[in-house]
């Protein structure tokens, strides 16, 4: 590194980001006086990067350095970059092979004179170092810098990997304070369960909220009606309901609860403009002097209605931050439910039959849900209905179309596809070659054989002029064993053309994608089937095979023409039960009551044949009455 270089290193401008120094927390850090502003969100990883906290951190490490191009935080687990500087632009791909490099080896990279820009005219470095977090790799940062020697190479490699090390640390400090929170809300819903009383819960609740969170006083309220009522106060077994501060924390817990959100007093920075009222929280602040601050929550029940609101008073120190609220929220959330359920326990079981009954009452016979009640009386006239009016069953199935016969060309020997002129869904003639195999051996083995023909030949006339007969008579035997092997190729020279066996349509086999790909003896090369006879083949489910018998009628309907119907008619029932998507089926063959020239072998649709009389409620619940006879009968009822 040169001097200048080094000199600009070791005096950045500003301070890095996440330092005691500047004045601005970011989430998930730790303040110095405490983890009270850790959210105890569990689902995100204790080793997930900060967004903000990565382009602060990447804009003051590329400060750090001179003749920074271009530089990227890429995370190990996603495609995209986290974090560029000073933006996108040229070199990103350069950068994003580095970046990958260096989280697949988990070493630092270092690649030097890579061309980039137009045509590749111009020329850069590329450092990559991973950064770890509890042994984890969980990003890396890639710089592209103007090119150098390898000593500055080195050194601005060294200064990355310094300023990852920063980084790692600082992930550390987040990891271990998010586990802190979330350590502080397991341990707090724990000794919530634990107590059965609802009392001795909401002081727990306040006593643990005034701790962790630096307060002077928490104070739990429960909803009675339209008020709020202060069932707990932190660090006090008894208080008196009729004193002037039970009043103003109890206005305090209406304001929340009235508005049904949290507020704060003062309001944060980012939510000044849209703060709910804190008139009553002012008041009550009022109480601890101007640097006082207060945090008003609501607390939900099950059913999502308000119970109560807790309160917490700090009367100096920092006000609530955004970080401190969340925690607030998602804390109370979880909160609110135990409450409920602590006070539904302590109701005398004669107010909690009153209750239930009552609700049941009111929503049966009371003035609300008039669209519900309108909605059920509807549905239970048409059930009515149903059990009196007759209807036709039909049996809806899966159905295609087949050939009545299909023809298959196979493979005659080993070789190469040399050509395809036809394919699936097209119409053929008997003759017609739809495809050839490569003959260039045949045709050398046959050039062979009538080369060996005419030596023969040769010789035979030969001993034929020197009246040679014993001669004669093996180079007779010979001829006569060569034009065998001549026959048998010119023979094996002819299969190699394969022809349409039958006037039809081609329904499998495609070549065309496959010229020159070697073939099999024996494989299936096309099925061809003829376009004047066809047969329906419907795919049946177990629990409706027995109500369908030879010569059903029924409807059958084409994906290709859903609004056209064919009648068809129901032949034959194979007795054999086959597995499809699942389902337990038997094949059923059937035939077209009129024959259709725009049907073509392998269509398929939907068959629906009749099955006799039945009412609506029978069609529309024999499948889970019949399900749950066969349940009860295996259960042994």
Avoid at 124 to 153: F, K, N, Y
Avoid at 285 to 312: F, M
Avoid at 504 to 525: A, F, N, R, T, Y
Avoid at 557 to 586: C, Q, S, W
Wanted: with cysteine.
């Amino acid at each position: 590194m040169s001097a200048s270089t080094a000199a600009h290193a070791q005096t950045p401008e500003h301070d890095a980001p996440g330092d005691d120094k500047t004045a601005r927390r970011r989430p998930g850090t730790s303040r110095p006086d405490g983890p009270r502003n850790q959210a105890p969100d569990s689902s995100q990883p204790a080793t997930a990067l900060d967004l903000d906290l990565a382009r602060a951190w990447l804009g003051w490490q590329c400060g750090m350095i001179a003749g920074v191009i271009r530089a990227t935080l890429y995370p190990a687990q996603d495609t995209a970059p986290l974090s560029i500087w000073p933006g996108s632009g040229e070199g990103m791909p350069l950068l994003e092979s580095a970046s990958r490099e260096a989280l697949e080896k988990r070493i630092a990279v270092t690649l030097a004179q890579r061309p980039y820009g137009p045509a590749g005219g111009r020329r850069c470095d590329l450092i990559a170092i991973p950064v770890l977090s509890d042994g984890t790799t969980i990003a890396a940062v890639s710089v592209m810098i103007s090119p150098r020697s390898e000593p500055q190479q080195h050194a601005v490699a060294q200064l990355v990997q310094w300023g990852s090390l920063w980084l790692e640390q600082l992930l550390s400090r987040q990891a271990d304070a998010r586990r802190e929170a979330n350590t502080f809300a397991l341990h707090l819903f724990n000794a919530v369960l634990e107590h059965h009383c609802a009392h001795v819960a909401a002081l727990e609740i306040a006593n643990r909220l005034a701790e962790y969170f630096d307060c002077a006083r928490v104070g739990v309220g429960i909803r009675h009606g339209r008020r709020c009522r202060l069932l707990a106060l932190s660090h006090q077994a008894r208080f008196d309901p009729r004193t002037a501060l039970t009043r103003r924390i109890e206005t305090a817990m209406d304001e929340v609860s009235d508005q049904d959100t949290q507020v704060a007093t003062p309001p944060s920075p980012t939510t000044r403009d849209t703060s709910p009222l804190h008139r009553a929280h002012d008041s009550l602040a009022a109480l601890h002097g101007e640097a006082a601050a207060v945090c008003g929550l609501p607390l939900h029940g099950d059913s999502g209605h308000g119970i109560g609101a807790i309160t917490l008073e700090r009367p100096t120190g920092p006000p609530f931050n955004d970080d401190e609220r969340e925690t607030l929220h998602r804390i109370s959330a979880s909160l609110g439910p135990l409450l409920a359920l602590k006070l539904a326990e302590e109701r005398p079981l004669p107010v909690r039959l009153a209750r239930a009954t009552g609700a049941l009452l009111v929503g049966l016979f009371g003035p609300t849900h008039p669209r519900a009640k309108l909605f059920l009386l509807t549905a239970a006239t048409a059930i009515g209905a149903s059990a009196l009016i007759d209807g036709e069953h039909r049996i809806s199935a899966p159905a295609r179309i087949e050939g009545a016969v299909s023809q298959l060309l196979i493979a005659p020997a080993d070789g190469y596809i040399h050509s395809a002129s036809a394919r699936a869904g097209d119409s053929v003639h008997k003759g017609q070659i739809i495809a050839t195999l490569d003959d260039r051996e045949l045709r050398l083995e046959l050039d062979k054989w009538h080369g060996r023909r005419n030596q023969i030949d040769k010789e035979y006339q030969q001993a034929l002029a020197s009246r040679k007969l014993e001669k004669l008579s093996i180079l007779r035997a010979r001829m006569e064993q060569v034009d065998a092997e001549i026959h048998l190729v010119e023979d094996q020279l002819a299969r190699t053309r394969l022809k349409a066996p039958l006037d039809g349509i081609i329904v499998q086999g495609d070549l065309s994608q496959s010229l020159g790909s070697p073939v099999k003896i024996g494989q299936k090369l096309f099925e061809i089937a003829p376009l004047d006879d066809y047969r329906v083949v419907v795919n049946v489910d177990e629990r409706d095979i027995a109500a369908l018998h030879a010569g059903s009628q029924g409807q059958l309907v084409f994906a290709a023409e859903p609004g056209r119907e064919h009648a068809i008619r129901v032949d034959t029932i194979v007795p054999i039960a086959f597995t499809e998507d699942g389902h337990n089926r038997f094949r059923a063959e059937a035939t077209l009551a009129s024959k259709d020239d725009s049907l073509r072998p392998g269509m398929r649709g939907v068959a629906r044949i009749a099955a006799g009389q039945h009412s609506l409620l029978w069609i529309w619940t024999h499948e889970l009455v019949d399900q749950l006879r066969l349940w009860a009968w295996s259960a042994g009822w």
